[in-house]
């Protein structure tokens, strides 16, 4: 079983930026199209970006569409989310975790606060 744990998060005002990385344990980490996942207080975890396992094909959600950039490095085990042009609409807990079932069981996520 794969472990996920996501780091990077933090306190930025709107309209800076923040990389956000998730590290997977296993040797199988590199075959699962993953994606980067937001939950904001009081609303349902949402799908913001997701890569291919190879990393050649990336899609996004419309709120994040050119403003965020996801990639992995399959021989580190690792997946991050590049934030720009972040809005206090960003804020939420972010996290990492395969597209399709069965998932991972969730990482304990990062904090993004974004606030002047």
């Known amino acids: 079983q794969v472990q996920l744990v996501e780091s990077g998060g933090g306190l930025v005002q709107p309209g800076g930026s923040l990389r956000l990385s998730c590290a997977g344990s296993g040797n199988t980490f590199s075959i699962y199209t993953m994606g980067w996942y937001r939950q904001a207080p009081g609303k349902q975890r949402e799908s913001v970006a997701i890569i291919s396992s190879d990393g050649r094909s990336t899609n996004y959600a419309d709120s994040v569409k050119g403003r965020f950039t996801i990639s992995r490095d399959n021989a580190k085990n690792m997946v991050y989310l590049q934030m720009n042009s972040l809005k206090p609409e960003d804020t939420a807990v972010y996290y990492c975790?395969?597209?399709?079932?069965?998932?991972?069981?969730w990482g304990q996520g990062t904090q993004v606060t974004i606030s002047s």
């Open positions: 975790n395969r597209i399709r079932a069965p998932l991972f069981s």
